[in-house]
């Protein structure tokens, strides 16, 4: 859908005037017709607490009672039940979020000076990490808030395009209470999981409550691994997500301290990904045995397993100064350690088998890849909240300081004694150090940033608001960064990068009828620039070094928000009715670029880029036993420069499908759910049976921006001729399309509860809907093309208590 910026607003005023037309007449004509009304959610988008239908700007609000109705077990169900909201999934535990259609490009595991496009929240504390923003269990969750837009003003740098808010329920000294929940499934053609969770809310005195909630997930695989014997190794994917959450409360009417912890390990032992060609198995070759794979199966020779601990420390101060002024201050302490494993067998293969023309015995090594990251680090956040009926305000300051550590190795076991035996006068382990070591990495990123913000709203009369902000930002980031081995340019390097600048918003609400109301807004939103790996030299070819070298780092990137919307109380109370139009500016957009045949990820800035689109949110309470909503976004997000690069000849071409009018990768066009819950007293009206469900589309989209370059989508299997590995083949060219698909998705629950007891059993993914998330590579495309996929159909039932 395209909206050229002045037909854009132009759109927006009339729908939201006729929106807010319709919400009066239909309130007049429909007053009180039955009781059930929508229920009035409270959210903090603005760090001060406000209805989700009074605060202006669009916020979507998932609460605690809708997860566990709908099932939501993750941020990955939530991005399905919500507009312009998306999170792809990249394997276990990695991930990359997105909002509004701002997005730059997949982010994979050897970027780690990339920051976030969108900021993530655990109530108060900053948890978002490019790529590894954490997938916290959604148990004993009060909401999850999706803050649509830039939120830099209140929220900082990784809020470029919004923000997303995880709120838990916090101790509670007045009432004891607890809960748990237990869970079996199984997943056609899968395997079968299980899972346990719980919490405890326990009052200790006046003003005093200690919260535990905790969980342990069994997760089922479905994912096979083809080994080279052709044996099969079923179910790679299964894995373990554990934690808990502890919290103490304590404190009096004007004074509460909150000390947390909060806990997860996340294991997996193996990856969602679906391969379609692989340079070690594929139906191709005539002097290796041929492998035909199947849907859900990979080629692999190891395992490749990963893990994640992830650990939060943080304590919150609430004073009530007085009446009309109140002092927060945040303190928290992170430390994370992940560790992902690949099978880069394929890889190596293609360039000591293909690019180097050794023997089978040694292209057909087992190459595990290691990839670590450990980060720890510490924020401190301290504000004032005051004002009155006419002037309310926020202001405060904000300070972090983080150490991320990053680092690869490729140990290939056996291969500088294989090496040697094929070349005359080596002598083994004198190549690289460690012994068999063909690539080695080591990189500290050292970020620190202060921040001052504040926001004041005025109420000019009971109808009008006006709203302005601001926050400056500090910036400063070190790099030390260390290569070796055979596929590296060894070496040591360091660099910096500093930042800073002005984030503002200025917004306006006018509430026409205390029901219906228009908004609008113009706000910034920023993302910090950083500095690029080196390539590793060695293994591109001179074409592929011309093009992507020289890009030594990349400037901040910034991004102007225009948006308008109307917010509507309907039918006596009964329906909310909301609608946003927006039009983004994007400058500077830092695009991730896989640099083909070197085997590394680059960063160039786009000089002009924008996103633009539409929100629809209707949720209605259509009789006491029947509620049912829909969701719908259209977007359009494309490139409005070219990026080029000149060889020594003067010839130009287009760096890696960043090229004007190609669509901003990973995130869909089109993008809509709708949900319906319906309930009926059984057992004598003792219990309610209930039957709800889920249906969400997700349009097609692309992976990455090279996916858009001219001749992307062919693989030509001689290209390293004379090594081609397996060759002849039966034939020259494989051929895939790197457009991901559109996919829509059904889950059903049927159940029983009362005030106490929650039976239900479910299916998900009811059609077996064949999801393909993201294109997987290796060496652009030369070495293996797969992609990630979803969930196939999948069965369960659930028991929960409250006491």
């Known amino acids: ?136 269990d959604l148990y004993d969750m009060n909401r999850v808030e999706v803050l649509r837009g830039p939120q830099g003003t209140l929220f900082g740098s990784g809020s470029l395009s919004g923000t997303v808010r995880y709120i838990t329920n916090q101790p509670d000294p007045d009432a004891s209470s607890y809960s748990f929940e237990a869970g079996f499934n199984t997943i056609d053609s899968g395997s079968t999981g299980y899972a346990a969770k719980g919490h405890l809310n326990s009052p200790f005195g006046d003003g005093a409550a200690l919260r535990i909630t905790a969980y342990y997930n069994d997760i089922a695989g479905w994912t096979d691994a083809v080994q080279p014997d052709g044996s099969v190794n079923t179910d790679v994917n299964t894995g373990t ?34 391969d379609d060609y692989n340079i070690l198995a594929n139906p191709f070759t005539t002097t290796r045995p041929a492998v035909n794979l199947g849907s859900d199966q990979q080629y692999t020779q190891i395992g490749e397993p990963f893990s994640d601990d992830f650990m939060l420390a943080d304590l919150t101060i609430d004073w009530a100064i007085s009446d009309d002024l109140s002092l927060t201050s945040v303190t928290s302490y992170t430390d994370r350690e992940i560790l992902v494993v690949r099978d880069a067998t394929a890889l190596t293969a293609s360039i000591t088998g293909g690019s180097i023309g050794l023997p089978e015995n040694v292209y057909t090594l087992d190459a595990p890849l290691d990839d670590y990251t450990n980060v720890d680090g510490w924020t401190q956040e301290v504000r004032l909240n005051g004002g009155d009926d006419t002037l309310s305000w926020v202001a405060g300051f904000f300070y972090s300081d983080f150490t991320r550590e990053y680092g ?70 070190t790099r030390v960064q260390t290569f070796d081995g055979i596929f590296a340019a060894p070496g040591t390097s360091t660099g910096s990068a500093t930042a800073d600048g002005f984030a503002p918003r200025v917004m306006a609400n006018w509430d026409a009828t205390g ?136 010839n130009t071409t287009v760096v890696g499908g960043l090229a004007k009018g190609n669509r901003l990768p990973t995130v869909a066009e089109v993008q809509g759910s709708i949900a319906g819950n319906y309930v ?13 469900g889920i249906i969400s589309y997700t349009g097609d989209r692309y992976t990455q921006f090279g996916d858009l370059a001219e001749g992307f989508g062919t693989v030509d299997l001689t290209s390293f001729d004379p090594n081609n590995i397996g060759g002849p083949y039966t034939q020259n060219v494989f051929t895939f399309d790197p457009l ?53 159909r999948t069965y369960g039932v659930m028991v929960r208590a409250n006491f």
């Open 1 to 136: 859908m395209i909206y050229p910026k002045t037909r854009l607003l132009t759109a927006a005023v009339t729908s939201a005037l006729l929106t807010a037309s319709f919400g009066v007449h239909a309130q007049q004509d429909d007053d009180a017709q039955m009781a059930g009304l929508i229920e009035e959610v409270v959210v903090t988008a603005r760090k001060r607490e406000e209805t989700l239908q009074d605060v202006p700007i669009s916020v979507s609000a998932t609460t605690g009672q809708q997860l566990t109705q709908r099932g939501l077990t993750s941020i990955e169900d939530v991005a399905r039940t919500v507009a312009s909201f998306s999170v792809q999934n990249l394997g276990p535990g990695q991930s990359q979020v997105a909002i509004r259609g701002a997005s730059a490009g997949q982010i994979v595991r050897d970027q780690p000076g990339v920051k976030e496009q969108v900021g993530v929240y655990l109530d108060e504390s900053v948890i978002s990490l490019s790529l590894f923003t954490p997938d916290i």
């Open 241 to 274: 997500r554990s934690g808990a959450r502890i919290a103490f409360a304590f404190g009096n009417d004007t004074l509460t301290i909150t000390p947390r912890v909060v806990y997860q390990e996340v294991k997996q032992d193996g990856w969602n990904r679906e």
């Open 408 to 477: 690869q190795e490729l140990l290939v076991s056996g291969f500088d004694a294989l090496f040697c035996g094929a070349s005359p006068g080596c002598t083994a382990g004198s190549l690289i150090a460690p012994v068999d070591g063909l690539f080695w990495s080591n990189l500290v990123y050292d970020y620190r940033q202060w921040a001052l913000f504040g926001e004041a709203t005025w109420s000019l009369s009971d109808a009008l608001d006006l709203t302005a902000g601001v926050r400056y930002y500090d910036f400063d980031e």
């Open 515 to 650: 029901q219906n109301s228009i908004y609008g807004q113009v706000s910034k939103g920023f993302r910090l620039g950083g500095i690029n790996d080196p390539l590793n030299e060695p293994l591109c070819t001179p074409q592929d070094l011309q093009t992507f070298g020289g890009n030594d780092a990349w400037d901040d990137e910034e991004l102007w928000n225009y948006e308008i919307g109307s917010k509507n109380r309907l039918m006596g109370g009964r329906a909310t009715f909301n609608v946003a139009l927006f039009y983004q500016d994007i400058s500077d957009l830092q695009a991730t670029v896989t640099a083909g045949s070197c085997s590394s990820r680059v960063v160039f800035n786009v000089p002009e880029a924008h996103s633009t689109g539409v929100e629809v949110e209707f949720a209605h309470q259509a009789t006491d036993r029947f509620d049912w909503a829909f969701t719908v976004s259209f977007q359009e997000a494309e490139l409005d420069s070219t990026v080029t690069s000149t060889d020594a000849g003067g």
């Open 680 to 692: 009926w007293p059984v057992m004598n009206g003792d219990w309610d049976g209930y039957v709800n």
């Open 740 to 792: 991901m698909p559109s996919y829509t998705v059904a889950n059903a629950r049927l159940g029983v509860r009362n005030d106490r007891w929650d039976v239900a059993f479910y299916v998900n993914n009811l059609t077996d809907e064949n999801q393909r998330y993201a294109l997987d590579q290796e060496r652009g495309t030369r070495a293996r093309v797969g992609y990630l996929v979803g969930q196939p």
